[in-house]
């Protein structure tokens, strides 16, 4: 069956370090890679997506490469802010029934 | 262009009623699902509906039930709510069926 599995967190890094998400997957056929952003008492906002292998999603300094020959789809952001700080989930849609999410991974930057 | 919709933002509500959580999706989005954020538990998925057809439910009891609207809008129906429905839910809307999702704010609904 499709799943996703992320990183465990919660993450910690202090403002201007190196960001990356460890996400891998598993789904039969050739699915949609997500990766959303969700803010304290907020709703999950898409981040950004990847449709295809070797397809690169990017926005905001966020990016993730869809990598099929390792499954992965790995979040990284070259220089954090304190504003980064939210839950981040990755995500996947074969085109079948229902997204699938990972568990997610709460990032807290500090000054 | 307004996001997804949810209404109310906040419900309470005492163990043994009924709950009606709302949803308008996108303009032009016909495609509506919608999943439980309970602490700790990550997103569960509860419905898909497309066209106005349930097209798949997760592991969820028959309590747990909804309907689109012509409009594309949709409600959710919990029924004989339990302490542990405590949760944010969550509505999204895509434009065709499992293409990118766009997520409103949810709906955190309290059992007392």
């Known amino acids: 069956g499709n799943s996703v599995t992320q990183m465990e967190g919660p993450v910690t890094l202090s403002e201007e370090a190196f960001l990356t998400i460890n996400c891998t997957y598993t789904a039969t056929g050739y699915p949609s890679l997500f990766w959303y952003v969700q803010y304290p008492g907020e709703g999950l906002q898409l981040l950004l997506k990847a449709t295809k292998a070797d397809d690169k999603g990017s926005n905001k300094g966020f990016e993730a490469t869809y990598r099929k020959e390792t499954t992965s789809f790995h979040l990284e952001k070259g220089s954090v802010q304190v504003s980064d700080s939210a839950v981040y989930f990755c995500?996947?849609?074969?085109?079948?029934?229902?997204?699938?999410f990972g568990t997610g991974t709460s990032l807290t930057v500090i000054p | 262009e307004a996001g997804v919709t949810q209404s109310p933002t906040h419900l309470i509500k005492t163990r043994g009623q009924q709950a009606t959580l709302r949803c308008s999706p996108i303009?032009?989005?016909?495609?509506v699902y919608w999943y439980q954020q309970a602490l700790g538990l990550g997103l569960q998925f509860l419905l898909w509906y497309d066209e106005g057809e349930e097209r798949n439910r997760g592991n969820f009891p028959p309590r747990f039930s909804g309907r689109q609207f012509p409009n594309y809008s949709s409600e959710l129906n919990v029924n004989a709510l339990e302490l542990e429905d405590s949760a944010l839910y969550l509505c999204a809307s895509s434009l065709r069926p499992m293409t990118e999702a766009f997520f409103g704010q949810g709906t955190r609904l309290t059992v007392v």
């Open positions: 303009s032009g989005h016909t495609s």
């Open positions: 995500a996947l849609t074969d085109l079948g029934n229902q997204f699938y």
